[in-house]
């Protein structure tokens, strides 16, 4: 596996609070991810990065934001964190296009809004 | 933005038997990708197709792209207890990824 951590791993916070996750990788892969993932729904995307303070919206990005000033940082911030947001966040990198693609996720966050 | 619709969502099976999972989409794919996550880890890439009508193998594992390249499938012959997680695929569409909601697979000893 490429060598992607995310801080914390475990998370409890209250409704209104921000949080902000991190996943930092050091395969120097172009392409970042945050997904959440609930029961039912798979792997949804919020925001991607496609380089160095390069970014978009995924397809459930309401409510998040994300910040990359460094190839190896992929921040998530909840600015008000709701109970409909406690879930597990995998962060995942992918090498430059081409090839197979394939995406390496980190261990993943559990976060959980009271 | 792209669905991928995965069916069945549980399949328990006895060891030795085969599993089969699909994934089917409304529109045409540039490709698939499936990804196996086991209990309490993260999803692992296991293959991608690209080609219309491809089949790929994997030890025990077959994956086949549909002829539209509008569905995809994944079967394991005769099931171990390691074959046990989550099985998504995974639609790549410029750079964003479409996961399918998942096949849970439990396989009893």
């Known amino acids: 596996d490429a060598g992607i951590t995310q801080s914390p791993r475990h998370k409890v916070t209250e409704t209104g609070t921000p949080v902000t996750l991190r996943c930092h990788q050091t395969e120097n892969h172009r392409y970042m991810y945050w997904y959440r993932q609930d029961p039912g729904h798979g792997l949804r995307l919020i925001h991607y990065s496609y380089g160095v303070k390069d970014t978009d919206k995924g397809e459930v990005s309401d409510g998040y934001s994300v910040s990359r000033s460094k190839t190896e940082d992929f921040l998530l911030t909840l600015e008000s964190a709701t109970?409909?947001?406690?879930?597990?966040?995998?962060?995942?990198?992918r090498a430059s296009s081409g090839g197979a693609n394939e995406q390496f996720f980190g261990p993943g966050t559990r976060l959980t809004v009271l | 933005g792209q669905q991928v619709m995965q069916i069945p969502q549980y399949q328990h099976v006895q060891e030795g038997e085969d599993f089969t999972t699909y994934c089917n989409s409304s529109t045409t794919l540039s490709n698939i990708q499936w990804y196996k996550q086991r209990p309490g880890g993260h999803p692992v890439f296991l293959i991608q197709l690209v080609k219309s009508g491809e089949v790929k193998k994997q030890k025990r594992l077959t994956f086949q792209f549909g002829e539209a390249k509008k569905n995809s499938s994944l079967h394991i012959t005769a099931t171990q207890t390691t074959d046990v997680g989550t099985y998504f695929c995974a639609a790549h569409n410029f750079n964003k990824f479409y996961f399918g909601s998942g096949t849970k697979l439990n396989v009893k000893p």
């Open chain 1, 83 to 93: 109970s409909s947001q406690t879930s597990v966040y995998f962060c995942a990198t």
